[in-house]
């Protein structure tokens, strides 16, 4: 199978640099320099060591600048939430004309191989989110989201595969969506494991979904 070209925007590298003290920019681009700021410095080293005063030098702001555009932690927090959200969105394979359901499963399994090898910053930044949910009521709402977007992206690439066919025919979409979905995210979790366990994990889904047509 060709895939279509991804898109190749990274996260964090929109070319805005932090601005010196006689800088004025739009509020926008402040924001956006805020965020990027926060998010790298998630992805390299956690909640734990976020601090706004932090992401305020980083940015080239003073703390007051930056509560004006997040008033509080959790708002910036938020707002790295959605940035991640954007840039999952982006960097996907664009869908192709007359693709099956097993191209489209292969081709979101292929996204999550592509995103372990070449963008860890944005599992590590989710991994982050994921580790605070279930302390923290905000996050976990702002995670909800991000997996049921997830979650219904391939419950209904088996829905219609099963339609088509190509899938077992005993298949439960939602119940084997959420299997999948948490054996990815397993995978994205454990650190430890290479690219060929990963590859090789998506291959045994695949193997199990398709069923005697294997």
């Known amino acids: ?35 990027e700021a926060a998010y790298k410095a998630i992805a390299k080293e956690g909640f734990e060591k976020l601090r706004t ?22 708002d910036l927090v938020a707002a790295v939430a959605n940035y991640l ?18 191209d489209a499963l292969e081709r979101q399994l292929k996204d999550a191989i592509f995103y372990y090898r070449k963008r860890p910053e944005m599992l590590a930044v989710y991994r982050e989110l994921v580790g605070r949910a279930p302390r923290d009521p905000m996050i976990r709402k702002l995670v909800q989201r991000l997996h049921d977007a997830w979650h219904a992206d391939v419950e209904e690439t088996l829905r219609k595969g099963k339609t088509e066919g ?36 998506f291959h045994e889904l695949t193997r199990w979904i398709v069923g005697h047509k294997a």
């Not at 279509?4 to 932090?18: D, L, N, V």
């Not at 959200?85 to 097993?102: G, I, K, W």
């Not at 999948?180 to 290479?194: D, E, M, R, Y």
């Open 1 to 35: 199978m060709t895939l279509a070209k991804r898109t190749t925007r990274r996260p964090g590298t929109t070319g805005s640099k932090p601005a010196s003290g006689r800088t004025r920019l739009h509020a926008e681009v402040r924001s956006q320099m805020i965020v």
């Open 53 to 74: 005063r932090d992401i305020a030098r980083l940015v080239g702001i003073n703390i007051a600048t930056l509560h004006h555009h997040f008033a509080t932690k959790q």
């Open 85 to 102: 959200q954007s840039h999952f969105r982006l960097e996907r394979t664009p869908v192709v004309d007359n693709e099956t359901a097993l």
């Open 166 to 201: 190509s899938f077992r025919a005993d298949l439960d979409p939602k119940a084997a969506a959420g299997v999948i979905v948490s054996t990815v995210w397993g995978l994205i979790a454990h650190v430890f494991s290479s690219p060929d366990d990963f590859a090789a994990g």
